[in-house]
């Protein structure tokens, strides 16, 4: 009796691709999609955004806490983050995977529901338009994604002015507070606090706030790896200072503080929720810095640019804690 | 004392990067490179060719046979040898790498090397414009490509017409004879045949006769999987039957003759290198259809198109041969 849900490796590249690919839908910008030695991408303008981010198994995810659907969903949300905080709309992707010898088509399949479900949710003008599959000892995705700036300059890390508002666009710790949920050996931690743990596997970055382009946007950055050491970056790249007024975070690390509890009450430990906000990653908001008179709805007003170089809270330095993919 | 060739997470993620980038140059078309969320490349024509292609340590290379310079080299080849192939020159590269916790800082900096080497070969025009770089079981190498068609049409696979000339551009077959003198137990062989070897190391396709789009060409593909198996891809892409004379091949496989014979009289083995002309792969060389009355140097006629479907060798059906990156 053949197996119904076969191993990827049975099915050979071509068919698994064929099945993969018959879960993603075409954008108007798709040219040639999936099929030919490479993709053509039709743009309005003509300065195109790239970026690329990789998820390795076990570095960063576990297939027990992530569900492959959950997988396809972040690799888009991380880079359709990217690309917007560059002020351009995400276009197109690219899909490199490799899946192990025991990987199942079933689970092929979900993550391309969950990438076409990540497309639809956060980036509907998008479209996966080629890709490659592979075999690995873990399980590598690697996405590249493309946007359009439609004629509009470049938002960089590096445009912040002295003066200038800082805001965060999203949600900060959320993330942090929902894998620190998820790796606890009691489940019922997880199951209680859905909205967090679902940050951490679905991560769904505000990008319909930030459609056209807002006029008086300095500066703007992806929340990766945490604000204290993104916010670094913006402050380094700009050559000024982000003072952060924490009694501006205080409302992140509030909706936070009944998590921080159920956590202690089974382990001892007492967590400070307003760590997660400031040094926790991977909520994929947005970073961004405004011109004085500018506010917009959705847009979280945290602090100001001043002279100087690195990050303070509350007049002290704050150091850059947060996420480094490769150190040890 | 400290270690003169660090490990790459000993210094970390952004002291790697920096320094990798440091090698590489950018293009005239890169507005935004490497070390914002995103790179930002302008292209003359507003359609753009992307594709990607992944290569994983013990699967797709041995880190005892290929140097770092080696395989930033041919993940260079294959993946602009993609753009080409559809008629496009290529701008940019995102390189994704994940290195594993043993690499040293200067396999990282002859990797970069390689790519930038590739570039200054292959594809002149073009830059490594971002990337990603962490940590893995295994070495893997993910590259995404773009290039510019310039205003003109992209050349499908599915363009073959009836009547059309069949031609090769680049090598055949050397690849996989190197490939085999290089898995050979008697180190001696693979250094009697370097120009084999390199073919498989560092592939050189042949990107400057295909400069500004010659005319008359009607279908193209990158020949990655062998002969047999990418011609049954144009035949299927344009629904035509590919018919080619062995006689026109016997010349690629007259230079692989005596390689084949050292092999054999190694180990006894007979080797057919008309087996590495049809069904090697890797030798990224480009296979066109040519309407009947054009010919350019550099291009070697092997057959023609038909109506019927798939690939006949001197009127006998060819089955495709060749690689498949995921299959058992």
């Known amino acids: 009796m053949k197996n119904s849900d076969p191993l990827v490796i ?4 071509r068919e698994a691709i064929r099945l993969a690919t018959s879960q993603f839908r075409s954008a108007p910008s798709t040219l040639v999609g999936p099929g030919d030695d490479a993709a053509v991408v039709g743009l309005a303008g003509s300065n195109v955004v790239i970026t690329t981010d990789t998820m390795i198994e076990d ?21 359709v983050a990217d690309v917007a905080a560059m002020g351009a709309n995400p276009v197109a992707l690219v899909v490199s995977l490799a899946v192990k010898r025991d990987t199942r088509v079933s689970w092929l399949m ?5 990438l076409q479900a990540g497309i ?10 080629g890709g490659d599959l592979a075999t690995a000892n873990q399980i ?14 470049p938002i960089l890390r590096s445009g912040a002015k002295i003066g200038d508002q800082i805001a965060i666009c999203g949600t900060l710790g959320k993330a942090a507070a929902g894998l620190e949920l998820l790796l606890h050996e009691d489940p019922t931690l997880a199951k209680s606090y859905p909205e967090l743990t679902a940050v951490q596997l679905r991560p769904t970055p505000p990008l319909h706030t930030l459609v056209s382009g807002l006029p008086g946007i300095t500066s703007m950055l992806d929340i990766s790896d945490g604000l204290s050491l993104d916010a670094d970056r913006v402050a380094t790249a700009s050559g000024v200072q982000l003072a952060l007024d924490s009694s501006k975070l205080l409302g992140f690390a509030a909706i936070l503080e009944q998590a921080a509890d159920s956590l202690q009450s089974r382990d001892g430990i007492k967590r400070n929720p307003m760590d997660w906000v400031l040094h926790g990653g991977e909520d994929h908001g947005f970073l961004v810095t405004l011109l004085p008179e500018v506010s917009y709805p959705g847009f979280k007003v945290i602090g100001s640019v001043q002279a100087g170089s690195g990050v303070l809270l509350d007049g002290k330095p704050l150091p850059p804690g947060g996420w480094d993919s490769v150190a040890d």
Do not use: C, Q, W
């Open 110 to 114: 979900d993550f391309a529901r969950g």
């Open 120 to 129: 639809d949710e956060l980036a509907p003008g998008a479209a996966v338009v």
């Open 10 to 13: 049975e099915i050979g590249e």
């Open 140 to 153: 590598l995705i690697a996405v590249t994604a493309h946007g359009d700036l439609a004629g509009r300059d």
């Open 59 to 79: 570095h960063d995810f576990k297939l027990s806490l992530s569900s492959a659907f959950d997988l396809g969903y972040k690799a888009v949300a991380t880079n």
